[in-house]
């Protein structure tokens, strides 16, 4: 947009705005070369009038809403477009922004026919000035072309992979080779929203927090463009909206007497996740950011907040869903935040893609603390690890931190999900990544990429701050064998504390899982099986638990659906719930634990 800043569109006295979510037209362009829509400019005419259109909803992914294989496994451009109307007294001297939340992969929009903006990159928002193209006195209409292939390059990468025998295969044919474990979902995953602001705008807020003496210390940084604020008033707000800091300056540190610091659930028992508002006013704009103030350090052996050591009973998620896939909805969200309280979970991790908006909002709130991790998932071969991949990669931690920098409930950046770590092209790579996403971060919070090498293997570890790994003993290794996890686990554990002083936390573990399967003895893929598995994992975590170990992370909080494959039964299994969000036999074992480690026992 010009700007710098990429602030929720939040409504205030001096801004308004209008969601577009709803039924638009579609069509994917099933041309060989996937080059139709472009070659006949369908963005020139509504889509309507370039050919047959069906209603697609938005937000969704488009994968599972008819009943047609080609669309769910589509790879290439598909089109949206829809009408709106702007009405005239939104015009008078105002930005109007049309902003999409996230769209995947590669997205370009235009407006009455004229190109608006482009971005490369599902899970982040992107926006663009378009007061230019409007029209006030009548119809407008938005083309979205939105391109789901995966490159070496992208962000996650895939390859194309095309079979040129006709004797086998018909012509044409060609799939795309995924480097991740999930369904390439695909389309305008969460809200598209027209809104405004006056000409001279608060573009940009940063705001980091400290406690010293036991006062909440509250630095903050206002950046405003288009043009120079002529007043300023800024408000420190509580949960009640009363004021309790203020200053007329633009950068300031304010401090709070008594404050009520930000704590995950289960830390302290009647100010979870509690949360003040920076209320920016300036000139003829308004903004409220909400905050919390808490602190995060790391010590060789310890994950603290607040100063207080902090053991992570989590659960990595992923957004999924039937029907709607990775669309956003806030029934899906909701019924996910009372399960995650159910269950007793504290932490969660945003695998492998950075989350909607409204869901770490929620963490905010509820007191959930978050793994922030990019869709930095699957970089495992040469080819994604060239400097295109590498400056891709870097802009993309900007762009995540400058969404998600304000949140309390983030503590701590994933840069990838089980690279290559062996390879030796990781270590300029990511230490490259790493330290960037550390040093750009205001609040240099920790940060870290999720290992699946040994340790014997892994070369990218030195570069973090936590040290997290995926071990699945008893699953892809010695399948069953249930009475080699402690052993293998412990190995683990005492090597990788060998090599680093650094604290540890299991960010996956887990088995598939059908739910009504039960046998005795337990075997692979039964109730009991998942339950079995899990607790001699506990026995091993219980030993390690008040040395290094700070936290451990079930794989996966729920079923969710992947390409499909000879080990996938309609989707990965892992969940301690059924994609509908019912407990198998496992989620109860986890809910008494982790009840249990908040009860301190
Ligand atoms: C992993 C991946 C995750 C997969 C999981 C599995 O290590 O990080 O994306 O879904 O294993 O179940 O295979």
């Known amino acids: 947009s010009g700007g710098v800043g990429m602030l929720y569109p939040r409504d205030s006295e001096a801004r308004q705005s209008k969601l577009l979510d709803g039924l638009w037209h579609f069509r994917a362009d099933y041309s060989p070369t996937r080059n139709q829509g472009f070659a006949e400019k369908w963005w020139t005419a509504r889509l309507y009038q370039t050919g047959p259109v069906i209603d697609m909803p938005v937000p969704s992914s488009y994968n599972d809403v008819t009943e047609d294989k080609k669309l769910r496994d589509f790879v290439g451009w598909v089109w949206y477009d829809r009408e709106f109307y702007v009405a005239s007294d939104w015009a008078t001297n105002r930005r109007m922004v049309l902003r999409f939340d996230s769209a995947h992969y590669n997205t370009i929009v235009w407006v009455n026919g004229q190109q608006a903006f482009q971005h490369e990159g599902g899970h982040l928002p992107f926006e663009g000035e378009i007061q230019s193209f409007l029209k006030f006195d009548g119809r407008n209409y938005v083309t979205v072309a939105v391109n789901?292939?995966?490159?070496?390059?992208?962000?996650?990468?895939?390859?194309?992979?095309?079979?040129?025998?006709?004797?086998?295969?018909?012509?044409?044919?060609?799939?795309?080779?995924?480097q991740m474990d999930f369904f390439n979902y695909a389309g305008i995953h969460r809200h598209v929203r027209l809104y405004t602001t006056p000409q001279t705008y608060i573009d940009d807020i940063t705001i980091l927090t400290n406690v010293e003496q036991g006062k909440?210390?509250?630095?903050?940084?206002?950046?405003?463009?288009?043009?120079?604020?002529?007043?300023?008033?800024?408000?420190?707000?509580?949960?009640?909206?009363?004021?309790?800091?203020?200053?007329?300056?633009?950068?300031?540190?304010?401090?709070?007497?008594?404050?009520?610091?930000?704590?995950?659930?289960?830390?302290?028992?009647?100010?979870?996740?509690?949360?003040?508002?920076?209320?920016?006013?300036?000139?003829?704009?308004?903004?409220?950011?909400?905050?919390?103030?808490?602190?995060?350090?790391?010590?060789?052996?310890?994950?603290?907040?607040?100063?207080?050591?902090?053991?992570?009973?989590?659960?990595?998620?992923?957004?999924?869903?039937?029907?709607?896939?990775?669309?956003?909805?806030?029934?899906?969200?909701?019924?996910?935040?009372?399960?995650?309280?159910?269950?007793?979970?504290?932490?969660?991790?945003?695998?492998?893609?950075?989350?909607?908006?409204e869901i770490l909002e929620l963490a905010d709130r509820q007191g959930v603390a978050v793994i922030n991790e990019s869709p930095g998932v699957g970089i495992r071969k040469i080819g994604n690890f060239g400097n295109i991949s590498l400056q891709h990669h870097i802009e993309v931690m900007s762009e995540m931190i400058r969404r998600d920098k304000n949140k309390p409930s983030v503590i701590m950046w994933s840069v990838a999900n089980e690279p290559s770590s062996s390879y030796k092209g990781s270590v300029p790579y990511f230490k490259s990544v790493i330290e960037f996403t550390r040093n750009t971060d205001p609040a240099h919070r920790p940060t870290t990429f999720v290992c699946s090498e040994t340790f014997e293997l892994d070369r990218v570890n030195p570069f973090v701050d936590v040290i997290c790994i995926n071990r699945y003993y008893a699953w892809y290794q010695d399948p069953g064998h249930l009475e080699v996890i402690q052993l293998q686990l412990q190995r683990e554990f005492a090597g990788f504390r060998n090599l680093y002083d650094k604290p540890i936390i299991v960010t996956e573990y887990g088995a598939d899982t059908l739910p009504g399967l039960h046998t005795e003895p337990s075997v692979m893929f039964t109730e009991d099986f998942q339950v079995e598995f899990l607790e001699e994992y506990h026995k091993e975590f219980d030993k390690a638990r008040r040395q290094f170990l700070v936290g451990e992370m079930v794989w996966n909080f729920a079923d969710f659906m992947t390409i499909e494959g000879t080990t996938r039964v309609v989707g990965n299994k892992k969940g301690l719930l059924t994609r509908q969000r019912q407990p198998k036999a496992a989620a109860h074992i986890i809910r008494k634990r982790y009840h249990g480690i908040v009860n301190g026992d």
């Open 148 to 178: 789901n292939t995966l490159t070496p390059t992208t962000l996650p990468p895939g390859t194309i992979q095309y079979q040129t025998d006709t004797s086998k295969y018909p012509s044409g044919y060609f799939v795309q080779n995924l």
């Open 216 to 357: 909440g210390v509250v630095s903050y940084s206002v950046v405003v463009t288009g043009g120079t604020a002529s007043s300023v008033q800024i408000s420190v707000l509580d949960a009640n909206d009363t004021v309790v800091a203020s200053s007329n300056k633009l950068s300031d540190v304010v401090t709070i007497a008594y404050p009520q610091l930000w704590w995950p659930y289960g830390m302290n028992s009647s100010f979870v996740g509690y949360l003040y508002k920076l209320e920016v006013k300036i000139t003829n704009d308004v903004y409220r950011q909400p905050f919390g103030i808490r602190t995060i350090r790391v010590t060789n052996n310890q994950f603290l907040i607040n100063e207080k050591p902090f053991y992570c009973h989590g659960v990595a998620k992923h957004e999924d869903s039937d029907l709607r896939g990775k669309g956003l909805d806030y029934t899906l969200i909701s019924k996910d935040f009372n399960m995650l309280r159910w269950l007793g979970v504290n932490c969660i991790r945003t695998s492998h893609y950075p989350y909607a908006e």
